[in-house]
Protein backbone atom coordinates (compact mmCIF):
# COMPACT_ATOMS: atom_id res chain seq x y z
CA UNK A 1 0.00 0.00 0.00
CA UNK A 2 2.47 2.31 1.00
CA UNK A 3 5.40 1.25 -1.95
CA UNK A 4 2.13 1.27 -4.19
CA UNK A 5 0.33 4.92 -3.19
CA UNK A 6 2.02 6.69 -0.54
CA UNK A 7 5.48 6.59 -2.00
CA UNK A 8 4.48 7.33 -5.70
CA UNK A 9 2.35 10.23 -4.37
CA UNK A 10 5.22 11.88 -2.26
CA UNK A 11 7.74 11.50 -5.17
CA UNK A 12 5.46 13.12 -7.52
CA UNK A 13 4.80 16.04 -5.28
CA UNK A 14 8.37 16.55 -4.19
CA UNK A 15 8.27 16.75 -8.40
CA UNK A 16 5.45 19.27 -9.02
CA UNK A 17 6.67 21.09 -6.15
CA UNK A 18 10.48 21.58 -7.38
CA UNK A 19 9.94 21.75 -11.38
CA UNK A 20 10.40 25.00 -12.63
CA UNK A 21 6.68 26.73 -14.05
CA UNK A 22 4.63 29.72 -12.74
CA UNK A 23 3.62 28.99 -9.32
CA UNK A 24 6.94 28.23 -8.18
CA UNK A 25 8.04 31.47 -9.87
CA UNK A 26 5.89 33.28 -7.66
CA UNK A 27 7.05 31.80 -4.51
CA UNK A 28 10.35 33.14 -5.06
CA UNK A 29 9.40 36.45 -6.49
CA UNK A 30 6.59 36.97 -3.56
CA UNK A 31 9.50 35.89 -1.06
CA UNK A 32 11.83 37.91 -2.64
CA UNK A 33 9.71 40.93 -2.28
CA UNK A 34 7.54 40.79 0.41
CA UNK A 35 9.39 38.01 2.62
CA UNK A 36 8.92 34.43 3.09
CA UNK A 37 5.36 34.59 4.70
CA UNK A 38 4.17 35.62 1.19
CA UNK A 39 5.96 33.26 -0.82
CA UNK A 40 4.01 30.49 1.93
CA UNK A 41 0.58 32.42 0.78
CA UNK A 42 1.46 31.53 -2.89
CA UNK A 43 2.95 27.65 -2.22
CA UNK A 44 -0.66 26.83 -0.53
CA UNK A 45 -2.70 28.04 -3.51
CA UNK A 46 -3.03 24.06 -4.74
CA UNK A 47 -4.86 23.67 -1.57
CA UNK A 48 -8.02 26.18 -3.30
CA UNK A 49 -7.89 24.98 -7.06
CA UNK A 50 -6.79 21.53 -6.72
CA UNK A 51 -10.54 20.41 -4.75
CA UNK A 52 -12.70 20.36 -7.52
CA UNK A 53 -10.36 18.91 -10.16
CA UNK A 54 -9.93 15.96 -7.96
CA UNK A 55 -13.19 15.81 -7.51
CA UNK A 56 -14.55 15.55 -10.93
CA UNK A 57 -11.59 13.38 -11.40
CA UNK A 58 -12.93 10.82 -8.85
CA UNK A 59 -16.11 10.64 -9.89
CA UNK A 60 -15.33 10.16 -13.59
CA UNK A 61 -13.20 7.73 -12.72
CA UNK A 62 -15.69 5.92 -10.67
CA UNK A 63 -17.48 4.76 -13.38
CA UNK A 64 -14.87 3.94 -15.66
CA UNK A 65 -13.40 0.95 -13.38
CA UNK A 66 -14.64 -1.68 -15.74
CA UNK A 67 -13.43 -0.37 -18.94
CA UNK A 68 -10.12 -1.42 -19.68
CA UNK A 69 -9.71 0.44 -22.98
CA UNK A 70 -10.09 3.80 -21.44
CA UNK A 71 -8.06 2.76 -18.48
CA UNK A 72 -5.44 1.89 -20.72
CA UNK A 73 -5.79 4.41 -22.72
CA UNK A 74 -5.52 7.13 -19.79
CA UNK A 75 -2.54 5.11 -18.20
CA UNK A 76 -0.43 5.57 -21.39
CA UNK A 77 -1.59 8.91 -21.74
CA UNK A 78 -0.23 9.53 -18.08
CA UNK A 79 2.51 7.97 -18.88
CA UNK A 80 3.60 10.08 -21.88
CA UNK A 81 3.02 13.44 -20.21
CA UNK A 82 5.06 12.29 -16.90
CA UNK A 83 7.47 11.69 -19.80
CA UNK A 84 7.30 15.33 -20.95
CA UNK A 85 7.37 16.31 -17.61
CA UNK A 86 10.64 14.75 -17.07
CA UNK A 87 12.35 15.50 -20.16
CA UNK A 88 11.63 19.06 -19.01
CA UNK A 89 13.18 18.39 -15.82
CA UNK A 90 16.16 17.28 -17.60
CA UNK A 91 16.79 19.98 -19.93
CA UNK A 92 17.08 22.80 -16.64
CA UNK A 93 19.95 24.71 -16.68
CA UNK A 94 21.82 26.90 -13.67
CA UNK A 95 19.47 30.09 -13.36
CA UNK A 96 16.55 28.77 -14.51
CA UNK A 97 14.35 30.81 -12.26
CA UNK A 98 14.13 34.31 -13.71
CA UNK A 99 11.69 36.62 -11.46
CA UNK A 100 12.99 40.27 -12.22
CA UNK A 101 9.88 40.76 -14.51
CA UNK A 102 7.16 38.93 -12.64
CA UNK A 103 5.14 42.06 -10.77
CA UNK A 104 3.84 41.62 -7.23
CA UNK A 105 1.33 39.24 -6.82
CA UNK A 106 -0.95 38.63 -4.48
CA UNK A 107 -2.71 34.44 -3.08
CA UNK A 108 -5.40 35.57 -5.07
CA UNK A 109 -3.35 36.35 -8.40
CA UNK A 110 -1.76 32.84 -7.17
CA UNK A 111 -4.92 30.92 -7.15
CA UNK A 112 -6.10 32.53 -10.22
CA UNK A 113 -3.02 31.62 -11.86
CA UNK A 114 -3.00 27.96 -11.05
CA UNK A 115 -6.48 27.32 -11.53
CA UNK A 116 -5.52 28.62 -14.85
CA UNK A 117 -2.43 26.59 -16.09
CA UNK A 118 -3.09 23.32 -17.25
CA UNK A 119 -1.14 21.04 -15.38
CA UNK A 120 -3.33 20.62 -12.79
CA UNK A 121 -5.81 19.28 -14.95
CA UNK A 122 -3.76 17.15 -17.01
CA UNK A 123 -1.74 16.25 -14.51
CA UNK A 124 -5.32 14.57 -12.52
CA UNK A 125 -6.84 13.73 -15.43
CA UNK A 126 -3.98 11.12 -16.68
CA UNK A 127 -0.85 10.76 -14.04
CA UNK A 128 -3.21 11.01 -10.97
CA UNK A 129 -6.31 9.42 -11.64
CA UNK A 130 -4.68 6.29 -13.16
CA UNK A 131 -3.22 6.41 -9.56
CA UNK A 132 -6.79 6.99 -8.03
CA UNK A 133 -8.78 4.36 -10.16
CA UNK A 134 -6.68 1.58 -8.62
CA UNK A 135 -7.16 2.16 -4.90
CA UNK A 136 -9.94 2.00 -2.32
CA UNK A 137 -10.32 4.83 -0.07
CA UNK A 138 -7.53 4.33 2.04
CA UNK A 139 -4.94 3.96 -0.65
CA UNK A 140 -6.55 6.86 -2.63
CA UNK A 141 -6.02 9.46 0.37
CA UNK A 142 -2.46 8.24 0.95
CA UNK A 143 -1.95 9.06 -2.68
CA UNK A 144 -3.80 12.50 -1.86
CA UNK A 145 -1.68 12.68 1.49
CA UNK A 146 1.63 12.12 0.10
CA UNK A 147 1.21 14.13 -3.10
CA UNK A 148 0.04 17.53 -1.68
CA UNK A 149 2.33 17.12 1.82
CA UNK A 150 5.39 17.00 -0.40
CA UNK A 151 3.83 19.38 -3.32
CA UNK A 152 3.12 22.27 -0.78
CA UNK A 153 6.13 21.56 1.71
CA UNK A 154 9.03 21.47 -1.30
CA UNK A 155 7.52 24.86 -2.16
CA UNK A 156 7.46 26.22 1.31
CA UNK A 157 11.06 25.23 1.65
CA UNK A 158 11.56 26.63 -1.33
CA UNK A 159 10.05 29.94 -0.07
CA UNK A 160 12.50 29.53 2.94
CA UNK A 161 15.64 28.70 1.19
CA UNK A 162 14.64 31.78 -1.04
CA UNK A 163 14.42 34.01 2.14
CA UNK A 164 18.13 32.95 3.39
CA UNK A 165 19.37 33.10 0.51
CA UNK A 166 18.49 34.33 -3.16
CA UNK A 167 21.71 32.75 -4.91
CA UNK A 168 21.44 28.95 -3.81
CA UNK A 169 18.39 28.37 -6.19
CA UNK A 170 20.76 29.15 -9.08
CA UNK A 171 23.67 26.83 -8.30
CA UNK A 172 24.55 23.69 -9.54
CA UNK A 173 23.01 21.40 -6.88
CA UNK A 174 19.51 22.91 -7.61
CA UNK A 175 19.70 21.95 -10.81
CA UNK A 176 21.26 18.90 -10.14
CA UNK A 177 18.60 18.04 -8.14
CA UNK A 178 15.80 18.83 -10.93
CA UNK A 179 17.59 16.31 -13.28
CA UNK A 180 17.84 13.71 -10.67
CA UNK A 181 13.68 14.25 -10.34
CA UNK A 182 13.73 13.74 -14.19
CA UNK A 183 15.16 10.60 -14.13
CA UNK A 184 12.37 9.38 -11.52
CA UNK A 185 9.80 10.87 -13.36
CA UNK A 186 10.38 9.13 -16.52
CA UNK A 187 10.78 5.85 -14.34
CA UNK A 188 7.02 6.24 -13.41
CA UNK A 189 6.25 7.05 -16.84
CA UNK A 190 7.18 3.88 -18.26
CA UNK A 191 5.20 2.20 -14.94
CA UNK A 192 2.07 3.66 -16.42
CA UNK A 193 2.77 2.59 -20.16
CA UNK A 194 3.33 -0.82 -18.69
CA UNK A 195 -0.04 -0.68 -17.03
CA UNK A 196 -1.48 0.59 -19.80
CA UNK A 197 -0.33 -1.97 -21.96
CA UNK A 198 -1.40 -4.61 -19.25
CA UNK A 199 -4.79 -2.96 -18.61
CA UNK A 200 -5.18 -3.35 -22.81
CA UNK A 201 -4.24 -7.24 -22.74
CA UNK A 202 -6.91 -7.92 -20.23
Known amino acids: MIANFLLPGLVMGLTAGLSPGPLLTLVIS?????????GVKVALAPLFTDAPIVAVTVL???????LNTVLALISIAGGLFLGYLGYENLKAKK??????????????KAIITNALSPHPYLFWLSVGG?????????????????FYLLLIGSKIGVAFITDRGKNLLKSRYFTYLIKVLGF???????????NGIVYLQK
Open 30 to 38: ETLLHGRKS
Open 60 to 66: IFSRLKD
Open 95 to 108: GVFQTDSVEQRSLQ
Open 130 to 146: SFMVKGDVLECGLFLLG
Open 184 to 194: VLLGFAMILIR
